[in-house]
């Protein structure tokens, strides 16, 4: 009731103040009680409206340096923190955490040990958070005078929401090194008493249901968007290979059915997405971001295991991006569904051109590989022989035993095709290996393709390096860690999660090479009169650099995306799962995945990846037969709107014994040609009812999806062992139904 009251009298107040509004001179300090932008506004005490425009208002309470944005449409107000005195599960930090807005990691100037300290404790409580007016909001310096660091704020209304920028470029440090900056950890988070959930875009995408009891503390989720720094690995680190990255560098929020989108619009390679539920450390449902200003890692000393002290390596260097911003994004409704928010995500990223159309149709997509590096022996010496598994012309000949079924699109991607491969060479020559047919072969091979309409797509790679070789070297083309020594990239175990040392690594080439070793592979693919590239995940790693004239992954993907333009000019790319800011470039996805990491705290997955990109280029999942052949993994790819990928070769499995690629041990064409063919025909079938439609909706009922399409097409995707019943429509037992 005393809620209700509450509403009552804040609707009344707002209407009043909206005629009273004056806004002073930009730089204007503001203060605490009355000023010339408007009287105080009692959403809570002495908030002050400070920027309004048809959509939105901005309060702003310069005593606590708490935000909140009113949305006209809604009603509804989004506060940066709970209007809350006590939380009775708070403690420690966390009592203060609920009042601020940063909370910031950093090391003493002797890089013994990592320390936090929060805006409230650091900065508000002592008087020393100096605000200013600046268009449309306002702007907040955070003065931590016992860590000597100064970090300016700015928060900015537009049409669209609220832009809240860390200005990176004008942070402050004394003795003390910042490190890390967690933003906004509270913006918006509902209560025990709330209902709604948190979406976070791990893998195709997955909620967290407000309150649902995974309260552990070892269970809060931090991932780093678009992938783990490999800079940052050690040798000792292990690796979860199953685990899906961030690819999209995006989170939300539902609370009582209004919500809102989050957009991390600069720094998204620097940050981390964090969420946790109520009762783990606060009684708040949260979903947040964290920017990393300057990277570190604590090693073991002498990276001994059994050590007891610890070195804190730090970056020479901090980011040099001018800001980190994050863009909150509010939907006009009270009944938001995590499809709302994909829906105005796709619509964002075709306003700013991010997505192409290309062809949607039904797609086969085949992978082969030519071949196989295998050490074998002659009279006692040991060589490494190349083994032959897919030819240039037995991949054509499987190329034409597929169109003459029936199979009518098909994108074609060639690994281990060259001789880089075999010589363990960066893969930018791209010379057909003689033993897989030679250059006459593979001219065939791509004349074949053109005169089919399929796309033949060599794999090619700037970005690992093997060994020295094609120009690279590998004591001075290569980055390196905090410690100063090389990066090594290891191949992990399945079975222990560790590195297999039985495999050689490969370096990883300096960010500042990359044109060098571009201009080659161009001048290569021109040469043989390819332009089709694909490149696989690996070819498109996100690192940083901690040579001493090195830098972190800001610069890494600025020069990612510079050429990768160069090469999309004239040539038709293919990306394996690519972050979003290669997906502009790409022609084709690959290996997009079909679920989360299922991460304990997660409550289910959604295909939110695939509603963003539905309907403007065509992609598959990864190779069903090595992944999973099962017919619920094939409803999977029919529900995420997916197309079949194969992982194909021609020769028998038992040229692969002893090699580091026995994954390819259910990959025989012969083998699976009846299944592709199969399952290509129910996905063609499909397609001519979808089209290029987009997906509007998603949800589920009990085992079954229902997928709506923007042509007023819907999906039933049905994994119970019954037949189903619904709207009408029958959909059969581990089947699926279009209407």
Known sequence: MKKRVFSLVLSVVLLLSVFSVAYAAEGDPIASTTTSWGEAVPVAADFQEIASNKNFILYFRSSDCYVGVRDKRTGVIWY??????DDPLASGISVTNLRSQLLITYTNKNKTK????NSAAGCVKGGSANTTRVNNGVRVDYVFGNEKITIPVTYVLDEEGLNASILTNEIQEGSNELLRIEFLQYFGAGSVADNGYMFVPDGSGAIINFNNGKTNRNLIYSKPVYGEDLSLRTNNDPITSRSEKIS????GLVNNGAGFLAEITSGAELAFINAGVAGTSTSYNNVSSTV???SSNSLPLRDQVDSTQNIIYNALHPTVLSAYSVKYRFLDSTQVT????????????KKEGVTKTADVGARLFTEFYGGVRKQKSFIGFVYNAKEKLTTFEEAQEILQDLKGNGVGQITALYNNYSDDFFSRNVQIAMNPAGTLGGKRHFKNLLDYGEQEDIGIYPAVDFVNVPTGGNGVSTFFDV??????????VYNYKLNSNMKDSTTAPTYLLAATKYNKAVDRLLNAANKNNCHALYFDEKAQ???????????LRDQTKQELVTQFQRLSEGNSITLSNPNSYLMPFADYITDLPLSSSRNTLFDYDIPF????????????????????MSQEAFLRHIEYGANIKYALIKSETTKLLETDMTFLYSATYDTFKDQIMDRYSQMETISREIGDASITAHQTDGQVAVVSYSNGKTIYVNYSDSSVEMNGVSIPANGYAVR
């Open 609 to 628: 990846l695939q509603m963003v990109l539905k309907g403007t280029k065509a992609y598959s999942g990864s190779s069903v037969n090595i992944n999973d």
């Open 479 to 488: 980055v390196s860690a905090l410690n100063v020594s090389p990066v090594l």
């Open 80 to 85: 940066s923190n709970p209007l809350v005195e």
């Open 541 to 551: 790693y996100l690192y940083s650099d901690f040579s001493k004239a090195g830098y």
């Open 248 to 251: 999209l560098p995006v989170f």
């Open 338 to 349: 995590y499809s709302d928010l994909a829906n105005l995500y796709r619509e964002t990223l």
């Open 114 to 117: 990592e320390s936090q300290i």
């Open 292 to 294: 990393t200003y300057r």
